[in-house]
């Protein structure tokens, strides 16, 4: 099955720019999607089909994906950034979740 | 805009069978994936499973034997059965819906989640 590697943690300065990577085989071949969870709400999507952002989501918010990983892009963080972060593809018409990762903002 | 709730006991005993219910409103039942997603405390999120608008059902390998999603149109709901539940079952647990577009899907809504514990 196909799995997804995120690194555990990430910290970032507040007003500066926190990159979350999600790594996975040829991941370039997948439309990757990133969440964003905080203790106690449900996920909110944040980026869609790599590089696409809801119209609720500021554009501090942005994707990428090339190679065998993808990276969520945070630019200005701010203290409402702080959360988790799951990337997720679809593989084999199923849905597979990254590992996730904190995202601490200092 | 589409709005998701979960409903179902807070508290299930070892070995016994979990059982939610997610009811669809301000929306219709057709043309989405209807998920089961959970999460562990301190955990990740988990894919349970899925059921199709047209009845096709396609369940995570790690959880397949336990799981059964099932949709009743008429209501708009979609629910979840876990059978033989143990202390690993314990999560929250969320319906979400998955939009399907050409090669892909992603969740756009999800429920506020509802916290199941397995416990005598």
């Known amino acids: 099955s196909y799995e997804l590697t995120q690194p555990l943690s990430v910290s970032v300065a507040l007003g500066q720019t926190a990159r979350i990577t999600c790594g996975g085989s040829?991941?370039?071949?997948?439309?990757v999607h990133w969440y964003q969870k905080k203790p106690g709400q449900a996920p909110v999507l944040v980026v869609y089909?790599?590089?696409n952002r809801p119209s609720e989501i500021p554009e501090r918010f942005s994707g990428s994906n090339s190679g065998n990983t993808a990276t969520l892009t945070i630019s200005r963080a701010q203290a409402g950034d702080e959360a988790d972060y799951f990337c997720?593809?679809?593989?084999?018409?199923?849905?597979?979740f990254g590992t996730g990762t904190k995202v601490t903002v200092l | 805009q589409v709005q998701l709730q979960e409903s179902g006991p807070g508290l299930v005993k070892p070995s016994e069978t979990l059982s939610l219910t997610c009811t669809v409103s301000?929306?219709?039942?057709?043309?989405?994936?209807w998920n089961w997603i959970r999460q562990p405390p301190g955990k990740g999120l988990e894919w349970i499973g899925y059921?199709?608008?047209?009845?096709?059902?396609n369940y995570n390998p790690s959880l397949k034997s336990r799981v059964t999603i099932s949709l009743d149109t008429s209501k708009n709901q979609f629910s979840l059965k876990l059978s033989s539940v143990t202390a690993a079952d314990t999560a929250v647990y969320y319906c979400a819906s998955g939009v399907a577009v050409t090669g892909t899907s992603y969740f756009d809504y999800w429920g506020q989640g509802t916290l199941v514990t397995v416990s005598s």
């Open positions: 997720q593809v679809w593989d084999s018409s199923a849905y597979v």
């Open positions: 301000a929306g219709s039942i057709s043309s989405y994936y």
């Open positions: 089909r790599d590089n």
């Open positions: 040829n991941i370039r071949s997948k439309n």
């Open positions: 059921i199709y608008y047209s009845g096709t059902t």
